[in-house]
């Protein structure tokens, strides 16, 4: 399963000319046949919190529409990072997935709020739990950024079967080591793969970390961006391995759930 991730420098404010970044993208690397394609948390207009009742999308309109449309296009799956988006009034980080055919499979509002950046005085937590989808019959799940710290949620989405977990960021450098850490123990401790996006760039006296990542169930790093470009990653996936590292080392068969 062929991965392409935009490690992208976000534009604040301005969701339609990063729309219009995230279209001249999408259209260069469809020539790498690629199965899907990764882009980071609120990538239409960054960390902008005090403004975003400007930017923000309504009920996910018009980014949906904007990606399911460059999906269909491309016959590309897209993970569509996050986004800001104003519902009944509130404001949600929102993550957006699209299939092949240009079909909304799956949204996800973060529910942990960074109390660092601010994000509960702007933002609304998310009040559904995270759920399994699909994309060309693979499970996986999705969170975004400080969710990463909550191993709970990645351990619900493996006993729920998925292989894959996408995780959409806007982490800042200050904190890099805990980003490739956490990754990385996440991958392990499930057994299943860790594709992760981060944004480049600085916001706010705010430098992020970049270092997207592509992880295997065994914890290896099998692709890595830079701490400070914006640059495409691309990797391919081979989901037996997930099989094969979950039969060998046979973690959640020898789960005690009732002792914990």
Same mark, same amino acid.
């Given at each position: 399963?062929?991965?392409?991730?935009?490690?992208?420098?976000?534009?604040?404010?301005?969701?339609?000319?990063?729309?219009?970044?995230?279209?001249?993208?999408?259209?260069?690397?469809?020539?790498?046949?690629?199965?899907?394609?990764?882009?980071?948390?609120?990538?239409?207009?960054?960390?902008? !919190? $005090?403004?975003? &009742?400007?930017?923000?999308?309504?009920?996910?309109? /018009? =980014?949906?529409?904007?990606?399911?449309?460059? %999906?269909?296009?491309?016959?590309?799956?897209?993970?569509?990072?996050?986004?800001?988006?104003?519902?009944?009034?509130?404001?949600?980080?929102?993550?957006?997935?699209?299939?092949?055919?240009?079909?909304?499979?799956?949204?996800?509002?973060?529910?942990?709020?960074?109390?660092?950046?601010?994000?509960?005085?702007?933002?609304?937590?998310?009040?559904?739990?995270?759920?399994?989808?699909?994309?060309?019959?693979?499970?996986?799940?999705?969170?975004?950024?400080?969710?990463?710290?909550?191993?709970?949620?990645?351990?619900?989405?493996? !006993? $729920?079967?998925? &292989?894959?977990?996408?995780?959409?960021?806007?982490? /800042? =450098?200050?904190?890099?080591?805990?980003?490739? %850490?956490?990754?990385?123990?996440?991958?392990?401790?499930?057994?299943?793969?860790?594709?992760?996006?981060?944004?480049?760039?600085?916001?706010?006296?705010?430098?992020?970390?970049?270092?997207?990542?592509?992880?295997?169930?065994?914890?290896?790093?099998?692709?890595?961006?830079?701490?400070?470009?914006?640059?495409?990653?691309?990797?391919?996936?081979?989901?037996?391995?997930?099989?094969?590292?979950?039969?060998?080392?046979?973690?959640?068969?020898?789960?005690?759930?009732?002792?914990?």
């Amino acid at each position: 399963m062929k991965h392409v991730i935009y490690q992208m420098d976000i534009i604040p404010g301005d969701p339609e000319a990063n729309r219009l970044k995230v279209g001249k993208w999408v259209k260069e690397i469809a020539q790498e046949r690629p199965d899907i394609v990764v882009l980071p948390e609120m990538w239409t207009t960054a960390y902008t !919190l $005090e403004e975003l &009742e400007n930017y923000a999308d309504t009920d996910g309109e /018009p =980014t949906t529409s904007f990606l399911q449309h460059l %999906a269909k296009m491309y016959h590309i799956n897209i993970i569509g990072g996050s986004i800001a988006n104003i519902k009944n009034g509130n404001i949600y980080n929102t993550s957006i997935v699209v299939n092949r055919e240009g079909e909304l499979v799956y949204t996800y509002d973060k529910i942990h709020l960074v109390p660092m950046l601010d994000e509960p005085v702007y933002l609304t937590g998310g009040t559904e739990k995270v759920q399994v989808f699909e994309l060309d019959g693979v499970k996986m799940g999705i969170i975004i950024c400080y969710d990463l710290r909550f191993p709970e949620l990645a351990r619900k989405l493996a !006993l $729920e079967g998925a &292989e894959i977990l996408y995780v959409v960021a806007e982490w /800042p =450098t200050v904190r890099k080591d805990h980003w490739k %850490a956490l990754q990385i123990a996440r991958a392990i401790e499930n057994q299943f793969f860790v594709v992760s996006c981060n944004r480049i760039g600085e916001y706010n006296n705010e430098d992020f970390a970049g270092t997207s990542m592509m992880i295997d169930p065994r914890g290896h790093i099998l692709k890595v961006g830079s701490e400070t470009e914006e640059e495409t990653l691309i990797e391919s996936i081979t989901l037996d391995l997930v099989k094969e590292i979950r039969k060998d080392v046979p973690i959640f068969k020898s789960r005690v759930p009732h002792m914990y």
